[in-house]
């Protein structure tokens, strides 16, 4: 992996048109591929030439999304258990 110190480092701030959360279903979907696409697909060109994804060029905020990134999988794990449990 290689360590590039960046001066800039931006941060992607996303919402519900309607205000509402973006745990519901189909909202959370596509934070997921949001993040997904961030971290794995989008590549920018260091000044030797390379293409680099984020998750190339991450250190020191590599584990920044770790918390957002489990809530997403627990939700997604737990979400229909509660929509059953709820029915009964």
Known sequence: MYHYKFINFFQVLVEAKDDGSLLRSGYREQVWDLVEEISTKIKVKDSSGRQLTYMEMCEPYCG??????????????????????ALK
């Open 64 to 85: 920044k999304n770790d918390a957002f990134i489990t809530l997403l999988k627990l939700y997604n794990q737990n979400y229909s258990r509660i929509d059953v449990s």
